[in-house]
């Protein structure tokens, strides 16, 4: 039932959006358990000037969450962006935000999230190498910190990447594909 609510918030998000800087990535968690995969979104839109919208979700086995709100953005290349939504939880509200950074071939980009499940986040940087090759960072709060490789598909609107984490002194690894929905 939790699902169907963030579905429904997630599909009545999409519908007030056509696409801006956008993407949809699909990334795959390995520990030596196993593997568990994870859908991640962003989707933003432009509305005037400054200011624009923003849907966020997330969704994977057992747990799902969706949340928009509004985007400031005082430079081309910073943008503030503050949110609500839901999540699958007993208590299902969600607030989040996100700080991204970007200019010339380096971006940064910070999710804060808090809400029914508690604190979240996760920092992505990239340093774009060549038109194919970037390597930045990655850490999420419950999955580790590490070394980020990007390889972005020629002639594609697809990014390959690669990251080993350590969480608690354990190496764990996530791979992931995402597309860019420009």
Do not use: C
């Amino acid at each position: 039932m939790k699902s169907m609510k963030v579905a429904t918030f997630v599909i009545f998000m999409l519908g007030k959006l056509a696409f801006g800087q956008s993407w949809v990535e699909e990334r795959t968690y390995v520990t030596p358990q196993g593997a568990t995969p994870r859908i991640d979104g962003l989707l933003t839109q432009p509305i005037k000037g400054q200011i624009g919208s923003f849907v966020w979700f997330q969704v994977q086995q057992g747990y799902s969450q969706a949340y928009g709100g509004a985007t400031y953005s005082p430079k081309p290349w910073v943008q503030f962006a503050l949110g609500a939504g839901l999540e699958e939880d007993k208590r299902p509200a969600r607030i989040g935000s996100y700080v991204w950074i970007g200019k010339a071939r380096l971006s940064a980009l910070g999710v804060f999230e808090d809400g029914g499940s508690g604190f979240w986040h996760k920092a992505e940087t990239n340093y774009q190498i060549s038109k194919t090759l970037g390597v930045g960072s990655l850490s999420e709060r419950f999955k580790g910190s590490g070394p980020k490789i990007e390889f972005s598909v020629p002639h594609t609107v697809l990014k390959l990447w690669f990251a080993p984490l350590v969480y608690k002194q354990t190496l764990r690894s996530v791979i992931g594909v995402r597309w860019s929905l420009k």
